[in-house]
């Protein structure tokens, strides 16, 4: 019985279960069919669908990370594409270190942008990028880093609500100016490109791609049952009061500012992820990526699929980049009116998002069939 207590989280979970099992057969299958089955075969999947899905993977679990903190603590982040975007580059900076002698110039130590604008030696925050374990520590820290000093600052400064939301929007553009700077370091309008390799093995190779792939959907299954974990526990019960009544949640003990920094910094951390498997499939990192509409984007994401469920993150983030790639390649010329009509319909029709659309018809269906099942009889004599 209490085994059974301790597994509720994962056990009431029947749709995200379902979702997750879903997205473990794609990661298995798909590569085999790239790999295994010859390209003249109708059941071949191609590089670039491995590379396209892989894509979305990364968005889904970057959407998962706003829903973590919108959701379900009622922080409405405008700025998480900077965690993206700095764990994209803590990962873009290891591929560039291994480049090495094979860049353009040659140097074995500096990157070709550097020796482009006649740096003489490698920055100190570039060393340690070489070993792929301090690289991917970095994907972890520096967002974290960012999300903690920013989220101590503004909730204990008792910041909320569409104030909160124009400083993290203030937050990523101020990052965006400074990474467009050459001064900077990290490549400047042109960003990092031009990688080679990860761990020794070529990122052209198609074993690369499809191990990419599986990693990808493997960190978006992981985090989607620790943020379930999270929001199932008594934390999460916590972060729910806070998302309904601030004020009263404080009142009654709780530090509520402890709690919002905990959940801004984890999801910050998996925005992070999502940007540092983005990157290496994709083939570049640059400023662009701090854009500001970017990380409105990732809210549409989530009201699309569902606010305040996890899998309803994943399936929105899904659905709108798959539209996008649809309408880009359908209707070059105007796809953006057919995102914007697409949003627009979302907002109008689905306020609950598309999981919200599907449950409602599931609970009509299930009221007419209670509605319309033949009464017992009593069996009271006449």
């Known amino acids: 019985m209490t085994t059974n207590k301790r597994l509720d989280w994962l056990l009431n979970d029947v749709a995200g279960k379902r979702l997750m099992l879903l997205v473990l057969a794609v990661i298995i299958v798909l590569p085999m069919l790239n790999t295994m089955v010859p390209k003249d075969s109708f059941f071949h999947v191609s590089s670039f669908t491995i590379g396209l899905l892989g894509k979305y993977l990364c968005f ?6 706003v829903d973590l903190i919108w959701g379900y603590c009622g922080i409405l982040s405008l700025g998480h594409g900077a965690f993206f975007a700095l764990g994209g580059y803590a990962m873009g900076m290891y591929l560039m270190r291994q480049i090495g002698d094979r860049g353009m110039y040659g ?3 500096l990157p070709d942008f550097m020796v482009f ?7 100190w925050y570039w060393y340690g ?3 792929f374990g301090f690289a991917m520590l970095m994907v972890l820290v520096a967002p974290a880093i960012l999300a903690f000093v920013f989220g101590w600052l503004a909730f204990r400064s008792r910041v909320t609500g569409v104030y909160l939301s124009i400083i993290t929007q203030a937050m990523t553009y101020a990052l965006l100016l400074a990474f467009f700077r050459n001064d900077m370091g990290f490549g400047g309008n042109n960003g990092l490109t031009d990688f080679k390799d990860i761990l020794g093995f070529s990122l052209q190779s198609d074993i690369t791609k499809n191990t990419l792939f599986f990693c990808s959907g493997l960190a978006l299954i992981l985090a989607y049952f620790l943020c379930r974990f999270v929001v199932s526990s008594k934390l999460g019960r916590v972060l ?3 998302r309904d009544a601030e004020s009263r949640t404080r009142f009654t003990g709780y530090r509520v500012e402890h709690y919002k920094l905990f959940v801004f910094v984890l999801s910050a951390m998996l925005a992070g992820v999502a940007g540092a498997l983005y990157v290496p499939q994709v083939g570049i990192i640059n400023p662009g990526e701090f854009s500001p509409i970017n990380s409105i984007e990732i ?3 989530v009201a699309v699929g569902g606010r305040g469920c996890l899998y309803g993150a994943v399936i929105g983030a ?3 980049n798959y539209g996008k790639t649809y309408f880009t390649g359908a209707f070059p010329e105007i796809w953006l009116f057919m995102l914007g009509g697409l949003f627009v319909v979302s907002t109008l029709f689905l306020p609950q998002g598309v999981v919200g659309v599907v449950q409602q018809w599931k609970d009509s269906r299930a009221e007419k069939k209670a509605l319309s099942a033949p009464v017992a009889d009593s069996g009271a004599p006449s």
């Open 60 to 65: 889904a679990l970057l959407a998962l990370a």
């Open 107 to 109: 140097n074995p130590e």
């Open 117 to 123: 604008l006649d740096w003489k030696e490698l920055p």
């Open 129 to 131: 990028f070489d070993n």
């Open 240 to 242: 729910v009061a806070i």
């Open 299 to 301: 809210i549409i994401w």
């Open 318 to 320: 899904v659905l709108v």
